[in-house]
Nanobody, 125 residues
Framework: QVQLVESGGGLVQAGGSLRLSCAAS????????MGWFRQAPGKEREFVSV???????YYADSVKGRFTISRDNAKNTVYLQMNSLKPEDTAVYYC???????????????????WGQGTQLTVSS
């Protein structure tokens, strides 16, 4: 079992920056690829970024070049640095631990077995 707690959300103006954190407890954190997803009102949850257990990172096209994912295994924490924020980035952001054992693109929410409660990001124009 892995428990995940996100923090760092809030209200920011367009063009601003914010860093989300996700603290994990429970099973060995370093064994999991850790992802960030987001869900805007009325929309499906969508992939944002992932930091795989091997160190590879992937980003959704919509955030590439603006968001950076990182992790600190010593602190059991994964981060999402968000720069040049846009109103369309407004959503609840979730971190998740990837538990699927097959071939994966890491972009499908159903492949993640542990989720945090989410943190709200609102970007004003």
């Amino acid at each position: 079992q892995v428990q995940l707690v996100e923090s760092g959300g809030g209200l920011v103006q367009a063009g601003g920056s914010l860093r989300l954190s996700c603290a994990a407890s429970g099973r060995t954190f370093s064994n999991y690829a850790m992802g960030w997803f987001r869900q805007a009102p009325g929309k499906e949850r969508e992939f944002v970024s992932v930091f795989s257990w091997s160190g590879t990172t992937y980003y959704a096209d919509s955030v590439k070049g603006r968001f950076t994912i990182s992790r600190d295994n010593a602190k059991n924490t994964v981060y999402l640095q968000m720069n040049s924020l846009k109103p369309e980035d407004t959503a609840v952001y979730y971190c998740a631990a990837h538990t699927y054992s097959g071939i994966s693109s890491y972009t499908k929410a159903r492949e993640y077995g542990y989720w945090g409660q989410g943190t709200q990001l609102t970007v004003s124009s």
